[in-house]
Structure formats: structure tokens, C-alpha cells
């Protein structure tokens, strides 16, 4: 413990004596190559040292161990340097008033390093002192450039040069600024510890159009060739201003096709394509393809391009049209309508281009033709004449289609100008024929005799046969009737026919007598007078009424086959 006492006091005073050996120089400082740099230093040691033959110091480079064989760059005592700084230093402060200035002509680059100062007052009182200078050797001018430069916000751009050389002065100006919008220049010297730089300061406020221009910074020394340049490429920081997509376009159904989207920007965008509101496709990238495939109509519409970079967002869109040919055309159901009512058909169909509509019945053309996606076909006071096949026909460049209904057409019983009684060989034959829809009952009665026929009995032949709309009866009597006072045979029959729509009768006119006479006399000529009386008579009421005789013919053979069978 008493070792300890008289040891402590003892580290106290060599504590308070290493305290007094302080050195003052720049941390930093700097210069160009090829020109000088003076390096200020103060040094101070213990007062109560007395230098031994004088003060002198040295200079070493890199580390301050004089046993690791440092470069020396200066020594007072001798002139014995390392290579590199041979009639290169000079000690400009007096050290006898602890003044260590040094002056370094000529450097390089390779002069760039710490730089340690070593007192010697004689004796063991050498001190080497832990600060040092570290010295930057620049070949070109510093240049201050933001991190992030944004479009039309205003920018400074500050170039610096050290001015540490007391034998040059640098002038500092700027290059390639011709272009640039009101450029401001602004010098400046900054001064602190002894050390001293020299700055430009470049203001204007940029445009995307100046993204990747360059500017340059040239510092000179006059009445020397020393030239510096520094030189840089400004990257401007901006929201999208262009979005290029596809110009609007058609395309055919079941194709495919590619959209794409070009966008100028720094940096660059997320670019999203949307159709509608709906998101397709998302990447960071300056442009974009979409690809669509196996179009469909479902497809056709708007698409979005959207860049942004979060400096801003811009979008363009563009209308992609899908061809095909029409749909299947909707149109009502079949339809039965009752004589007189109205009713409207109608037709949709689409296609792209709008298809044109056209309406026909049993293949003529009705109505007029629509370029529309619907038509109405009108048909008011319908008649009988309008039953039939009515079809819709959509037509555009890319094809056609079609559909079709039936339009039936009930109506009541009307009876035809064929109904008549006739006297036959055997009698008196009555038809009866009546057009209606549903298609007409068809019976006789005979007033003389109270009798309603529409069977066959054992005097009375009844028949009856329908073909579409039309319904014919015929009854054949065996008795010729009563004559008249004209000496015709005079035969009351009636027609009555109805349906669910009406009904009416009528009174069956006979033919005149004569008529039966010769059909008599022509029966007793024999087969073949007969058939040629016939044709003779067809013809001669053929030339009266065509359509009689057709009729007429048609029931004689529908008559013939009833009495071979009967």
C-alpha cells in the first residue's frame, strides 16, 4: 500500500506534464494537384522544459512512429526527406514561436494522407503529437448536387475549389449553361480553421427537358496552365408528362391483339392497365404490353394506361372495338290472333357494326329495313291474309342470322261462292264450302221437312272433308222435290256453319231444270256421251267461272268415289 501512495502522486505529475504538449492543425484541408498547400500548425509543450541547442521539429506522413520508418517530409535539423517531397516543403512558421506551419509546393495525388508533426526541444524531450492533418490532393473541383433534384423546384449547385495556395489565386465558372432557364451565379469564400475555399453556387430551376444534361464546373489558375474541370449529369426527378397507348381500334371477335403503353418519366412508374375500373396488369417499367386473346364482345371497351412514379400520375386510354357478326335475333313467340285485333312483332339482334333488320312474310319483304339493334314490325286490322312464316333478318358486313315465327289468323266462318245445289242423275246434290279458322262445322237442313242432316242415313248420302282453313259438306237427296209453277223442281235447302267466332245459314240455290234434262238425255246415250257432255259443260261453265269449275271438277271426283263406294 506505501509502494502505491508514492506512485500515485508521481502518475499525477506526469499526467499534468503530457497535458502541456499540444498541437493545433486542421483535421482536414485540401488542395489541387499541382499547386501548393500550406498546412497551419501551433504547437505547445510544458513550460517548465528548456529547449536543449533549440527547437526543431519534423513532419512524417502516414503514421507518427518514427521506429515504423515513416516518410519524413520535413526535417529542421538536415535535409534529409523522403523521395516523394524532395524541394517540395518549407517551413514557413518560426518554431522557437512554437509555429509549425508547412508549405508543401508542387503535390500530387499521391500526397493525399494523415500528416504528423514531431517536437524536439533536445534531449528526452521529444514529443510526437497524436493529431494530424489529413490532406485531400484533388485533380478536379468538388461539386455539390442534392441527392434528389425535382422538376420546377428551384436547384443550387455549388462547385468548390480550396484556395490553401498563397502563390495562386482560382477563378471558378461554369459550363454548358446557356440552355438553362435564368441561371444565377453566386461566389462565395469560406474560411475556417485557417483553411480556406472558394465556391460557385449555380441557381435556376429545372425542367424534365433538362434530365441528363450536363454541366461542368472549370476552375483555373491565371498566368498558369493549371485547368480543372469537373463535370456532371443532372438527373431531374419527374412526374409522368407522357403516356402513349395504342390509337383506338377494331378488332375481329376471336382474334387476339396487343396493347401498348410507352411512359416518359424519372424515375421510372408503376405503369397499371385498367379496363374500366377494373386492374389488369401492374409493373414498374417505362413501358407496357398488354396481351388479350380470344376476343369476345364482353372484352370491348375502355382501356387505361396509368404511369406513376410518386412525383406524379398521368393516364391516356383507348377504345378497343370488337367485330362480329349478328346474334340470333330475338323475336316473339308464335302467335294466334283473332281477325280484325293489331299486334307488334318485334326483333333484337346484336353486331358489331349495328346490324341491319329486315322483315319478311313467306319470303317477301314486309315493313322497312332498320339499322337499329331493335325493330318493330306493326301489322294493325289483321286479315286472314296475314297468317303465315314472318322472319327477322339481321345483316352486317361480318355475316348474317336469322329467326322466324308463325302468325295464325282466326276469323269466322265465311261461306264461298261454290255453295250450291245441282240436279244429278240420281237427285238433287247440295255442297256446302266455308272458310274460317278454326276450320267450320258444316250441316244441312231441309225446312220442308224439318229435317237437320249432318250424317248419312238411308235416304241422305252425307259428306264432308276439310283442307286447311276450308271445310266442305255435300248431301246428295234421292228425291228430286216438288215441281213449281215454272215447272222447275223446287228443293229447299240450307247451309248452316259455324265456329267458336260465329256462325250463319243459308239458303242453297238450285240450278235451273233444264240443266238436269240433259244430263238425263246424255246418261241414256251411253259412257263415253257422258264423260264428253261433261267436259262440254265443265268448259261452258269454266268460261263463266274458272274457279267454279275447278271446284266443281274436284267434287265430282270426290262425289264419284263416295257413290262407287256407297
Not at 475549389?161 to 440552355?179: A, G, K, L, Q
Not at 463535370?231 to 403516356?243: A, E, F, H
Request: aromatic share 10%.
Amino acid at each position: 500500500m506505501k509502494g502505491l501512495e508514492l506512485l500515485l502522486p508521481l502518475l499525477l505529475f506526469l499526467k499534468d506534464v503530457s497535458a502541456q504538449w499540444n498541437v493545433w492543425m486542421p483535421r482536414d484541408i485540401s488542395a489541387m494537384t499541382n499547386s501548393c498547400v500550406v498546412i497551419p500548425c501551433s504547437f505547445t509543450y510544458p513550460s517548465g522544459i528548456r529547449p536543449y541547442r533549440g527547437v526543431h521539429g519534423i513532419w512524417y506522413f502516414g503514421h507518427p512512429y518514427p521506429q515504423l520508418f515513416p516518410p519524413v517530409v520535413f526535417k529542421s535539423r538536415t535535409d534529409i526527406v523522403h523521395e516523394s517531397y524532395k524541394g517540395r516543403t518549407r517551413l514557413l512558421g518560426d518554431l522557437t514561436h512554437k509555429n509549425c506551419t508547412l508549405l508543401i509546393n508542387n503535390i500530387g495525388t499521391e500526397h493525399s494522407g494523415r500528416y504528423y508533426f514531431r517536437a524536439d526541444l533536445g534531449g528526452a524531450n521529444i514529443y510526437t503529437f497524436p493529431d494530424f492533418t489529413n490532406l485531400q490532393v484533388l485533380d478536379q473541383p468538388n461539386i455539390d448536387v442534392p441527392e434528389e433534384i425535382v422538376s420546377d423546384l428551384s436547384l443550387d449547385l455549388t462547385c468548390y475549389v480550396p484556395d490553401n495556395c498563397p502563390d495562386f489565386s482560382p477563378e471558378i465558372h461554369w459550363m454548358y449553361t446557356d440552355y438553362l432557364p435564368d441561371p444565377i451565379f453566386t461566389p462565395d469564400t469560406v474560411e475556417e480553421s485557417n483553411t480556406a475555399v472558394l465556391s460557385s453556387t449555380l441557381t435556376f430551376t429545372p425542367k424534365p427537358i433538362h434530365n441528363g444534361q450536363v454541366l461542368g464546373c472549370r476552375v483555373q489558375y491565371p498566368n498558369t496552365t493549371f485547368v480543372y474541370e469537373r463535370l456532371i449529369s443532372l438527373d431531374i426527378k419527374y412526374g409522368p408528362r407522357t403516356v402513349w397507348v395504342n390509337v383506338s381500334q377494331e378488332v375481329m371477335e376471336g382474334s387476339s391483339v396487343v396493347l401498348h403503353c410507352d411512359v416518359d418519366s424519372n424515375p421510372v412508374p408503376v405503369i397499371t392497365w385498367y379496363f374500366g375500373d377494373k386492374e389488369l396488369l401492374s409493373e414498374t417499367a417505362s413501358n407496357s404490353s398488354l396481351s388479350l386473346d380470344n376476343l369476345t364482345p364482353e372484352k370491348e371497351g375502355v382501356y387505361t394506361c396509368v404511369g406513376d412514379n410518386g412525383f406524379g400520375s398521368m393516364n391516356t386510354s383507348m377504345y378497343l372495338a370488337i367485330n362480329y357478326p349478328p346474334r340470333e335475333p330475338w323475336i316473339n313467340e308464335s302467335l294466334t290472333v283473332l281477325e280484325g285485333s293489331s299486334v307488334a312483332l318485334q326483333c333484337i339482334s346484336k353486331g358489331n357494326p349495328m346490324p341491319t333488320l329486315t322483315w319478311l312474310k313467306n319470303g317477301e319483304l314486309v315493313g322497312t329495313i332498320t339499322a337499329e339493334e331493335g325493330s318493330v314490325l306493326e301489322l294493325h286490322e289483321i286479315t286472314p291474309q296475314a297468317d303465315g312464316v314472318y322472319r327477322c333478318l339481321a345483316e352486317n358486313e361480318h355475316g348474317r342470322a336469322s329467326s322466324s315465327l308463325n302468325i295464325t289468323v282466326e276469323f269466322a266462318p265465311v261461306l264461298l261462292d261454290d255453295s250450291k245445289c245441282t240436279i244429278v242423275r240420281e237427285g238433287v246434290q247440295c255442297v256446302c264450302i266455308a272458310s274460317g279458322n278454326p276450320e267450320p262445322a258444316i250441316e244441312f237442313f231441309l225446312p220442308d221437312l224439318n229435317i237437320t242432316i249432318n250424317n248419312s242415313n238411308n235416304r241422305f248420302n252425307y259428306y264432308t272433308h276439310s283442307d286447311g282453313y276450308t271445310s266442305t259438306g255435300i248431301i246428295k237427296l234421292q228425291d228430286k222435290g216438288e215441281r213449281g209453277n215454272n215447272g222447275d223442281t223446287a228443293v229447299h235447302v240450307h247451309c248452316s256453319i259455324s265456329n267458336m267466332y260465329g256462325s250463319e245459314t243459308i239458303r242453297l240455290e238450285l240450278q235451273q231444270e233444264k240443266k238436269y234434262m240433259m244430263a238425263v238425255i246424255v246418261g241414256t246415250i251411253g259412257g263415253v256421251a257422258v264423260i264428253a257432255f261433261i267436259i262440254a259443260a265443265v268448259r261452258y261453265v269454266g268460261q263463266n267461272n274458272k274457279k267454279e269449275t275447278t271446284v266443281i271438277t274436284n267434287l265430282w271426283a270426290q262425289w264419284q268415289a263416295w257413290r262407287d263406294k256407297s
